[in-house]
């Protein structure tokens, strides 16, 4: 089992910047595939970012050259540091762990990002 506990939301304007922090309290993080991903009021949840056991990463399109997600793996925690936000990036963003081998996965209670102006 692993528990997420995600930080580091609130309000900014158009252009500012925002750290998510991402902590992981169980067995095993660094082994696990680590994401944040987000869920717009009347939309599906979305990948944003995702970093491999090995420091690989990827990212939506949208995203990509703004967002840096990054993990501390003797911290149990993964970030995600937003720049140049714009309006819509406004939504929940949740923190996921991925099991790659057992296919276990888990989830964060998600932390609002509003962006307005």
């Known amino acids: 089992q692993v528990q997420l506990v995600e930080s580091g939301g609130g309000s900014v304007q158009p252009g500012g910047s925002l750290r998510l922090s991402c902590a992981a309290s169980?067995?095993?993080?660094?082994?696990?595939?680590m994401g944040w991903y987000r869920q717009a009021p009347g939309k599906q949840r979305e990948l944003v970012a995702r970093?491999?056991?090995?420091?690989?990463?990827n990212y939506a399109d949208s995203v990509k050259g703004r967002f840096t997600i990054s993990r501390d793996n003797a911290k149990n925690t993964v970030y995600l540091q937003m720049d140049s936000l714009k309006l819509e990036d406004t939504a929940v963003y949740y923190c996921?762990?991925?099991?790659?081998?057992?296919?276990?996965?888990?989830w964060g209670q998600g932390t609002q990002v509003t962006v307005s102006s």
């Open positions: 996921n762990a991925f099991h790659t081998l057992y296919g276990h996965t888990f």
């Open positions: 970093i491999s056991s090995g420091g690989s990463t």
């Open positions: 169980g067995s095993g993080f660094s082994i696990y595939l």
